[in-house]
């Protein structure tokens, strides 16, 4: 059990640009999360999958924001068109149904930086 | 829409106790959450409480549930400075799996 990794752990962009953030979640964990996390708050809830399917969905996960999870195993998080707004850390998480507290474990977190 | 409140700041000398407050106003939550996160990091589970409990103890940790009133505490024995972080609560409700965090309470530790 090598826990949840995320990559890139930073990521510098220009407004404008397109984003891609991949988390690989602990292994044979079925559920797996996104958070966005800004500078003083709590993290908040964007996405989350069961195995393939996404089951829910953030307002805070607008139309430029797009999440798969094409194998129920690895998933991307892409960001179009950047915004200063984006700037934030995004946090992937995972978690097992067949653990009865389907605890959520959380990865290091991408640092975007939208210039 | 569900809310967790926390206190921003907590200041504790090396070897006292500090205790972190946390209130929540879903009725429906099933498990409440503590999480801790050192700088840069992601965050670490510390411990968890199922919601038809009123204590759990965990080596140096404690948590009390009051469902009455809705109000979550992390008791930390014997504070050390490694201690030092930002902790979070967060409650998962009946009504989907992800979790609703609060603020962060910023908890020094002074030797």
């Known amino acids: 059990d090598t826990g949840v990794s995320q990559n890139p752990r930073h990521k510098i962009t220009k407004r404008g640009q397109n984003v891609t953030f991949r988390c690989d979640p602990i292994s044979e964990h079925n559920r797996l999360y996104w958070y966005r996390q800004t500078l003083g708050q709590g993290p908040e809830f964007l996405t989350y999958?069961?195995?393939?399917?996404?089951?829910?969905k953030s307002r805070l996960l607008s139309d430029r924001f797009s999440a798969e999870r094409p194998k129920g195993s690895f998933s991307t998080l892409e960001i179009q068109r950047t915004e200063q707004g984006d700037s934030a850390m995004y946090l992937c998480a995972s978690s097992s149904t067949s653990q009865f507290t389907d605890t959520q474990y959380f990865g290091p977190g991408t640092r975007l930086t939208v210039l | 829409g569900e809310d967790v409140e926390q206190s921003l700041f907590l200041s504790v000398r090396e070897g006292d106790s500090s205790v972190i407050n946390c209130t929540y106003t879903d009725s429906s939550s099933t498990y409440l959450y503590w999480y801790k996160q050192e700088p840069g990091a992601g965050l670490q589970l510390l411990t968890y409480i199922f919601s038809n409990m009123d204590m759990k103890q965990d080596q140096r940790l404690t948590v009390l549930l009051n469902k009455k009133d809705k109000h979550l505490s992390l008791r930390i024995a014997d504070t050390q400075t490694g201690d030092s972080a930002i902790y979070f609560c967060?409650?998962?409700?009946?009504?989907?799996?992800?979790?609703?965090f609060g603020g962060g309470t910023r908890l020094m530790v002074k030797p």
């Open positions: 967060a409650e998962r409700s009946n009504a989907g799996n992800m979790l609703t």
């Open positions: 999958f069961q195995n393939e399917a996404q089951l829910e």
